[in-house]
């Protein structure tokens, strides 16, 4: 059962669930509608929605089938993305102290080689500047976030470590993450942040938020065992900056 | 503080509810039962709401000593049994009712010969923290649960009550689970990736429960499926019970622990009422699966909730059935020590 509206396809998941999928490409117009929908979504409780997982380019609805049939949900969302815009706004914005030496960056020669860079072009490419939070998946609190500079877009690596540290700062293609638990991965590691992304003994064990905004700020190795030690001592808390 | 030590901690015994929702925005699995009908079951009998933490057992039971106070205990499952050790007697109990022990006594969980789950409630439910709404144990993320991972010997899980509440025991005749032919599926949501001769296969080929199968999911070993427009999509949300299929051909079926996104293609979806029952087999199972629509689903599913209903309604006090009481059993004076006595249940 496939409804097609303009872009819009409806997928079935199953007899209880379906993916609304946007468009066929990953951008931040596309991207901005589905979190913006899905915020819209969540705040009017539409009776019979139990859940919504927003991803690059798709919203996975899932339903209780006793409460409502999917066509006349779909009906709904439909309706309600006619609504608004397709602006996404509200998110809170981090910066996440990184460290991008030694053995915290075991990929940021090879990555500086690939793109005919020096290794600290290739760390002012990426620190700095605002990354927008896709989606997140693949780990609790493993935000995919974008766009990454072009001169330091790689594909993956071709030979993914079976281990990756937990708090690896990352890129692949456009994204940029960060690991929020010990996996393992197929990005290029740039950098470590001692920030915890994903604690499950935390009141709020993830951090980020689909629509946030991330920045990376260089610090050295010393400021780096400073701030994890803080962190472990529970006397630093993270507090997000202005609303994006 | 009463509370349930660990002696033997069985292969992978977590602490389970219906799953922890309102959080996959997040990357948090839903996590859950593998089996709700039987977690179901198992906290009725026990006295508990039907969402309640409770034991999941899977492929070898645990063993447990009770700490202090006293427990009521139901375990549901398909063949499982209780084996209970009280002042050096031994007793079986059959699954499908609950029973009372005392400081001291040891009972160990014994799944049944076909099935890889079952559940063990205690009355009362157990005194861990609700992490996002939920008792679920996700151990890929150590969350929740206790302490988040599968127990281990040693571990000593606390209790809601210290005391069991004195009533009549409660007990059921062991459900008939009836297992579908095939599992039922609906098509989609990239069944477009994948050649018309691949649905063919997916759909008439016989595949087998692979060993590398877990809560995450049942990897199934069979005919490789092949893709028509490759094997990577923009990272999308996952359905539970939805079929992935990586780039080796080879299906995935995604359960409770699932990811909550991924990039390879889901050539179709397990339906609600065949989820249990696919949770219910054994890994070197074999099966096949069927393509029906969302119209048959939604029957499918209105039979299953209608017979999870009326197997609902044989729960009864247990002295209906006219068994022998266990405390009694227990005190009887009898020949080596060793009480053999299968506690049965008569319709």
């Known amino acids: 059962m496939t409804l097609e509206n303009k872009t819009i396809r409806f997928l079935p998941c199953g007899d209880a669930a379906f993916t609304m999928e946007f468009g066929a490409s990953v951008d931040r117009a596309t991207n901005a509608k589905v979190i913006a929908l899905y915020r819209r979504v969540h705040a009017r409780a539409i009776p019979g929605v139990i859940e919504m997982i927003p991803t690059f380019r798709s919203l996975l609805v899932s339903f209780d089938p006793d409460l409502v049939n999917p066509a006349s949900l779909q009906e709904k969302l439909l309706e309600c993305l006619d609504e608004g815009g397709g602006e996404v706004s509200g998110g809170r914005s981090w910066t996440l102290p990184a460290c991008y030496e030694g053995e915290f960056a075991p990929d940021l020669a090879d990555v500086a080689k690939e793109a005919g860079l020096s290794e600290a072009e290739v760390v002012k490419l990426h620190a700095g500047r605002p990354y927008f939070v896709y989606m997140i998946g693949f780990l609790p609190g493993f935000g995919y976030m974008g766009d990454v500079a072009e001169p330091i877009r790689l594909p993956r690596r071709t030979h993914p470590r079976t281990r990756v540290p937990r708090g690896s700062v990352a890129i692949a293609g456009e994204m940029t993450a960060v690991y929020s638990l010990e996996s393992p991965g197929g990005w290029h590691l740039l950098g470590h942040t001692p920030v915890p992304l994903f604690d499950p003994e935390a009141d709020r064990p993830v951090l980020l938020a689909p629509g946030d905004t991330v920045t990376f700020e260089p610090v050295g190795l010393r400021d780096h065992q400073l701030i994890a030690d803080d962190i472990a001592n529970g006397r630093r808390i993270l507090t997000a900056g202005e609303a994006a | ?347």
Request: a negative charge.
């Open chain 2, 1 to 347: 503080m009463s509370g349930l030590r660990v002696v033997s901690p069985g292969l992978h015994t977590t602490v389970q509810d219906l799953g922890r929702f309102g959080a996959q925005h997040l990357g948090i699995p839903v996590s859950g039962a593998m089996d709700p009908v039987n977690l179901r079951l198992a906290n009725l009998l026990a006295g508990n709401d039907e969402n309640g933490g409770a034991f999941e057992c899977l492929v070898q039971g645990p063993g447990f000593e009770v700490v202090a106070g006293s427990v009521r205990l139901a375990l549901a499952g398909p063949g499982a049994r209780i084996e209970a050790v009280s002042g050096g007697r031994t007793v079986e109990i059959a699954g499908y009712r609950s029973f009372t022990l005392m400081a001291g006594d040891c009972v160990t969980v014994q799944l049944g010969a076909d099935a890889a789950v079952a559940y063990l409630a205690v009355g009362g439910g157990l005194a861990l923290p609700h992490v996002m709404g939920s008792q679920a144990t996700f151990s890929r993320g150590a969350l929740g649960g206790y302490k988040g991972r599968p127990l281990r010997a040693g571990d000593e899980v606390p209790l809601v009550r210290g005391e069991a509440v004195p009533r009549a025991e409660l007990g059921m005749p062991a459900p008939d689970f009836a297992e579908p032919a095939r599992i039922r599926i609906m098509l989609g949501p990239q069944d477009d990736y994948f050649s018309k001769s691949a649905i063919e296969t997916f759909l008439s080929q016989a595949y087998t429960i692979s060993l590398q199968s877990d809560r995450m999911g049942f990897r199934l070993a069979g005919p490789k499926l092949e893709h028509a427009k490759g094997f990577n999509i923009a990272s999308d949300g996952i359905a539970p019970g939805a079929i992935q299929v990586p780039g080796s051909g080879e299906p995935i079926i995604l359960l409770a622990d699932r990811q909550t996104t991924g990039g390879y293609p889901k050539i179709g979806v397990v339906i609600s009422a065949d989820l249990p029952a696919l949770a219910r087999m054994q890994m070197g199972r074999t099966l096949s699966f069927q393509a029906v629509g969302f119209d048959e689903a939604r029957k499918a599913a209105a039979e299953f909730a209608g017979w999870f209903t009326n197997i609902k309604d044989t729960i009864r006090n247990v002295d209906d059935y006219g068994v022998i009481d266990l405390k009694a059993l227990l005190e009887q004076n009898l020949i080596g020590g060793v009480v053999d006595a299968k506690v049965s249940l008569v319709d």
